[in-house]
């Protein structure tokens, strides 16, 4: 079973307007950790975002913001603003104790693309 | 504070060839991951160090490809002999991995594009 589920392929957006990018996962492991990554075009993987599986409160980043709902193990990424530089492929990742190791898990991302 | 660093950022080589990429992990995380990423296959982890040992090879594709972590501050993955199919960007990442880390993230290096002709 997919440990981590980005069920968008492709998602577009008007420059200015939100955008929520849709993130599922599955672990049995009470402590974990769930992070989202921006790819752009020139390729490097960029840090955006983390939440604690113990969090009480939504991570926040500025413009990004992270609607955890634990029940549903949902993690989805909210981008307010959308601005042109922010079209670039988006990864889920979820860090828990699987065998032992606390390996991170990637889903297989979003294409993001913001219309000016 | 520099991030991860890896080199050579490009390699283009012929099959059959002997590639060697490198990595500089942050100073002071202790442990280190090489990835793949390809359009078809997505991001695959290779490898998982922490404290320079080797905890999880179980992503490393075959016997062509080997990888080492000498010391805190270095690490490479070798392919001998490369193949077409090897052609892919190779990421390395590193984090501070502690018995109670609240967020323990990865933070990656730049990528080496593969070319195998």
């Known amino acids: 079973a997919q440990k981590i589920t980005q069920t968008q392929p492709g998602m577009f957006v008007q420059e200015k307007e939100a955008v929520t990018l849709d993130c599922t996962y599955d672990t049995s492991d009470p402590s974990y950790g769930l992070f989202w990554y921006k790819q752009p075009s020139s390729g490097e993987m960029i840090f955006l975002i983390y939440?604690?599986?113990?969090?009480?409160q939504n991570a926040t980043e500025g413009r990004y913001s992270l609607n955890f709902q634990k029940a549903r193990k949902s993690a989805n990424l909210v981008i307010s603003a959308s601005q042109l530089g922010d079209s670039a492929m988006y990864f889920c990742?979820?860090?828990?104790?699987?065998?032992?190791?606390?390996?991170?898990?990637f889903g297989r991302g979003t294409s993001l693309i913001v219309h000016p | 504070d520099a991030g991860v660093i890896q080199s050579p950022r490009h390699e283009v080589t012929e099959m059959g060839q002997e590639v060697t990429l490198r990595c500089k992990p942050i100073s002071g995380h202790n442990s280190l991951f090489w990835y793949r990423q390809t359009m078809m296959r997505g991001l695959e982890l290779l490898i998982y160090?922490?404290?320079?040992?080797?905890?999880?090879d179980s992503g490393m594709p075959e016997d062509r490809f080997s990888a080492k972590m000498p010391n805190a501050s270095f690490s490479t993955l070798k392919i001998q002999p490369s193949e077409p199919r090897d052609s892919a960007v190779y990421f390395c990442?590193?984090?501070?991995?502690?018995?109670?880390?609240?967020?323990?993230?990865?933070?990656f290096g730049p990528g080496t594009r593969l070319t195998v002709l």
């Open positions: 990442a590193s984090r501070m991995e502690g018995y109670s880390s609240p967020t323990d993230t990865q933070y």
């Open positions: 160090f922490n404290n320079n040992v080797p905890i999880d």
């Open positions: 990742a979820m860090r828990d104790k699987a065998g032992g190791s606390y390996i991170p898990t």
């Open positions: 939440q604690g599986s113990y969090d009480q």
